[in-house]
């Protein structure tokens, strides 16, 4: 059965880092895109990264590029999102989709139950 699991987000000082965990199951992660999307309170959900570990594509929102890097192992079957120079304004509930489609271009199939990133001095 497919599950995602996010994990790694917590409580980080502005210009810190932080790297967030997606373990997939029930698939192949090679098969799969996976996604990284966020929401702040009152805020639309908005999608910052994608990686396609079959064909190598990567995306990254305008508001994260060159601050987070996107990363697979298929070895673990875990997509990571590293996080580094921290803003207060990234501070969200942050969640990883997998796409079955196989590119980021694909629809959101499966969703894991996110992690908290709060950013605060």
């Known amino acids: 059965q497919v599950q995602l699991v996010e994990s790694g987000g917590g409580l980080v000082q502005p210009g810190g880092s932080l790297r967030l965990s997606c373990a997939a199951s029930?698939?192949?992660?090679?098969?799969?895109?996976i996604g990284w999307f966020r929401q702040a309170p009152g805020k639309e959900r908005e999608g910052i990264s994608c990686?396609?570990?079959?064909?190598?594509?990567?995306h990254y929102d305008d508001s994260v590029k060159g601050r987070f890097t996107i990363s697979g192992d298929t070895a673990k079957n875990t997509v990571y999102l590293q996080m580094n120079n921290l803003k207060r304004e990234d501070t969200a509930n942050y969640y990883c989709a997998a796409k079955i489609r196989g590119v980021c271009r694909g629809g959101d199939d499966y969703w894991g139950q996110g992690t908290q990133v709060t950013v605060s001095s």
């Open positions: 990686i396609s570990i079959s064909d190598g594509t990567i």
């Open positions: 029930g698939f192949a992660l090679k098969d799969y895109a």
